[in-house]
């Protein structure tokens, strides 16, 4: 298993540089084809005529918009070919950010996206992102921190498992990011209090799939007495992880909404990629 198709969220942040150099040595690694999307932010259901209607200020707003977005794919294209890749092309989408991403992304093998940096966030705008297209796309995403990106994976991946669908799709769809790893350590909290759920020995049922894959993995069984996205991002540090695994939104969204929970402690609080799945 190969990431053929890599989709990288191509903006203007400073971010942007390091994702996309991330995804473009990504590519080359897995010889895959590399897609820089920019979005205008206009959605694709308002007609052209109704540009026109809204006068000169409109218009203008409308061309700036598509000029920000051409600017960011002169950038990709830029760092695409310094990196050698060898299939790459751009992708201008006149759409909304989030609805514009979700749709592409069902034509790749992995998403990439930047951490939402809510100081650069336009009041009233949508932060949401990388949790929109979780829970939109059947892919999985690879969320890149917007301090510290690294410019390419490989060293120390760390596997977040709850026997649930979703860690269950992530560590499945994360198998070409495992397999390039270093070194992989599952982490099973508090699997002495299920065993019905984890069997007698928790996560060597997801070390032996792995390694008949190909991935040698370590397990690694710790309490846990503080909530798990914390606890996930802590022994990330701990252990020197430069990759987080896991599934994504193991409650209903309106649930997650109201509680908090390791999906959205992760993503506000991250400082290494995480892939995530739904």
């Given at each position: 298993?190969s990431?053929?198709?890599?989709?990288?969220?191509?903006?203007?942040?400073?971010a942007?540089?390091a994702?996309?150099?991330?995804?473009?040595?990504?590519?080359?690694a897995?010889?895959?084809h590399l897609?820089?999307i920019?979005?205008?932010?206009?959605s694709?259901f308002v007609?052209?005529?109704?540009i026109?209607?809204?006068?000169?200020?409109?218009?203008?707003?409308?061309?700036e918009?598509?000029r920000?977005?051409?600017?960011?794919l002169?950038?990709?294209?830029?760092?695409a070919?310094a990196?050698?890749?060898a299939?790459f092309?751009?992708?201008l989408a006149?759409?909304?950010?989030?609805?514009?991403?979700?749709?592409?992304?069902r034509y790749?093998?992995?998403?990439?996206?930047?951490?939402t940096?809510r100081?650069?966030?336009?009041?009233?705008?949508r932060y949401?992102l990388?949790?929109?297209v979780l829970?939109?796309a059947?892919?999985?995403?690879?969320?890149?921190?917007?301090?510290?990106?690294p410019?390419?994976?490989?060293g120390?991946?760390l596997?977040a498992?709850?026997?649930s669908q979703?860690a269950t799709?992530?560590a499945?769809?994360?198998l070409?990011?495992?397999k390039a790893a270093?070194?992989?350590?599952?982490v099973v909290?508090n699997?002495?209090?299920?065993?019905?759920?984890f069997?007698?020995?928790?996560?060597a049922?997801?070390?032996?799939?792995?390694?008949?894959h190909?991935?040698?993995?370590e397990?690694?069984?710790?309490?846990?007495?503080?909530?798990?996205?914390?606890?996930?991002?802590s022994?990330a540090?701990?252990?020197?992880?430069?990759l987080?695994?896991?599934?994504?939104?193991?409650?209903s969204?309106?649930?997650?909404?109201?509680?908090?929970?390791?999906?959205?402690?992760?993503?506000?609080?991250m400082?290494?990629?995480?892939?995530?799945?739904?």
């Open positions: 298993m990431y053929k198709t890599i989709l990288v969220h191509a903006d203007r942040t400073p942007a540089e994702r996309i150099r991330l995804a473009a040595r990504l590519a080359n897995q010889d895959a897609v820089g920019a979005l205008t932010g206009v694709r007609l052209p005529e109704s026109a209607l809204g006068g000169p200020a409109i218009a203008e707003q409308y061309a918009m598509h920000e977005a051409r600017a960011a002169e950038h990709f294209d830029g760092i070919r990196e050698g890749v299939s092309e751009q992708c006149n759409d909304d950010l989030d609805g514009g991403m979700a749709l592409r992304a790749s093998d992995i998403v990439i996206v930047g951490q940096d100081s650069l966030a336009v009041p009233g705008s949401d990388p949790e929109y829970m939109n059947p892919r999985p995403v690879l969320v890149t921190p917007y301090a510290g990106c410019d390419q994976l490989g120390h991946a596997l498992w709850d026997a979703e799709r992530a499945t769809l994360a070409p990011l495992l270093s070194r992989v350590t599952i909290f699997g002495h209090r299920d065993q019905e759920r069997g007698e020995r928790p996560g049922d997801i070390a032996l799939y792995l390694a008949r190909g991935v040698d993995a397990v690694l069984g710790q309490p846990l007495n503080i909530d798990v996205g914390n606890g996930l991002l022994l540090a701990d252990i020197g992880a430069g987080l695994v896991m599934g994504g939104y193991g409650h969204r309106y649930r997650e909404l109201l509680l908090g929970g390791a999906t959205a402690t992760v993503l506000q609080t400082t290494i990629p995480v892939l995530m799945a739904h």
